[in-house]
């Protein structure tokens, strides 16, 4: 029998998170019933409700950084049992055979992988994210998270860390390697985690000095304010890799130039619009600039367990939702870049 559980939705763009009842599916023989303990807040979420990417289905019940513990699983199902503790990130399906999903890849999936919300499943049911207070996910997407790592801490992992984790491993992140992270909020504190642990030297690049202690207490043994234009000066050509996780346009010449020759520069944010790069900046250089997006279910499986061995978690800020104006609160001081460093909501809390 299909399950009603209570969740955040937002009916359109706009528009304020209200709680409404919301069906989840009777569990398929490989689907696993989550009873979701705690969703953090990414800024993904935050585009897609106020539809700054365009192509928003409403309504929406965000959340693709799920905690929680399996309530139920399917006939079929073998990889989790009751009481396990479990995540969910960004996606919910994929179709399993293409090369891309067979390479570990499944949020490149040929066929289109299904997002864990804005999203259509392949029986064409909209997908509805991780503030509820259940979740029904095939075992194939559902991660392990590993003791010693708390559920409210594990939660921002299942995006914040893998998108991280993924491109600071795929680049080279470790001993002898400069990386510095732009931005220093949901993405970028995990990032700065990350790479310390991998041995890394970091530095952050933040807006101002406001939030150089943090970093520090994080993991980066330089803080740049980028309104210091000396500071910038002076690290002109000095990173191997740059992972840019602002969520807001930047001017990518400035940042392209702060890397060594063979550099590269990671964009992970994800505003709107455009990136403008003067061939020449690149080409005097050999410099790269690419992209990452979020990482394979594997890989994700790797991230939490080098996450335990490390014990690292994210730093959280903790939500009581039973006054769903404080949801729409948090989103405008992510925005503002007031959050230290991620919201999760205890989904307990979601009102009746
Ligand atoms: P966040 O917590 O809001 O952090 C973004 C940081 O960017 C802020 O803390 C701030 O850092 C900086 N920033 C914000 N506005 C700025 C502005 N106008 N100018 C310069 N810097 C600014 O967001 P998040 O959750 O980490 O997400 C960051 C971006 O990554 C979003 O665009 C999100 O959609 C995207 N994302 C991409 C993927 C992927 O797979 N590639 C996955 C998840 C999220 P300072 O205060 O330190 O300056
Ligand atoms: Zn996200």
């Known amino acids: 029998m299909p399950t009603t559980t209570r969740a955040l939705s ?39 409700v106020r539809d700054e990417w365009g ?22 199902v073998t990889k989790y049992k009751v009481g396990d503790r479990v995540g969910v990130g960004c996606l919910v399906d994929s179709c399993t055979e293409c090369e891309n999903c067979k390479n570990g890849q499944e949020m490149f999936c040929s066929n289109g992988s299904v997002g864990t ?24 997407m559902v991660l392990r998270i590993p003791e010693g790592i708390e559920l409210d801490e594990a939660a921002p992992l299942l995006c914040a860390g893998i998108t991280t984790y993924s491109p600071l491993r795929r680049w080279g992140a470790g001993p002898g390697k400069k990386v510095a992270v732009v931005g220093v909020g ?18 952050t690049l933040s807006r101002s000095s ?10 980066s043994s330089n803080h740049i304010a980028t309104s210091d234009e000396d500071a910038m000066k002076a690290a002109k050509g ?8 602002v969520s807001a346009d ?38 790269v600039l690419t992209g990452s997006n979020i990482g394979g279910i594997g890989e994700t499986q790797e991230m939490l367990d080098f996450c335990a061995e490390h014990g690292i978690g994210a730093t959280i800020e903790t939500l009581d939702a039973s006054d769903t104006t404080t949801v729409d ?3 405008d001081e992510v925005v503002a870049g007031k959050v230290r460093y991620r919201y999760v909501i205890d989904t307990s809390t979601i009102p009746a």
């Open 186 to 203: 949901g993405l970028g504190h995990m990032a700065v985690k990350l790479a310390a642990a991998m041995g890394a030297e970091v530095s």
């Open 329 to 331: 609160a948090a989103y």
């Open 250 to 287: 930047l001017d990518m010449e400035t940042y392209v130039r702060l890397l060594r020759p063979n550099g590269a520069l990671v964009n992970v944010g994800l505003p709107p619009n455009k990136l403008a790069v003067n061939p020449g900046s690149l080409i005097g250089g050999n410099k």
């Open 55 to 76: 192509a928003a289905h409403y309504p929406i019940v965000t959340g693709h950084e799920i905690a929680g513990t399996v309530s139920a699983v399917g006939d079929g």
């Open 10 to 48: 937002v009916p359109s763009a706009g528009a304020p998170f209200e709680a409404v009842d919301l069906e989840r599916r009777d569990l398929r023989d490989d689907d696993v019933r989550i009873d979701v303990a705690f969703a953090g807040i990414c800024h993904s979420d935050i585009h897609t």
């Open 117 to 140: 919300y804005n999203s259509q499943n392949y029986d064409g049911e909209w997908a509805a994210g991780g503030y509820s207070q259940q979740i029904v996910v095939t075992e194939r």
């Open 210 to 219: 406001a939030k150089a202690d943090d970093a520090k207490a994080l993991g």
């Open 238 to 245: 000095s990173f191997d890799l740059i992972i840019n996780t």
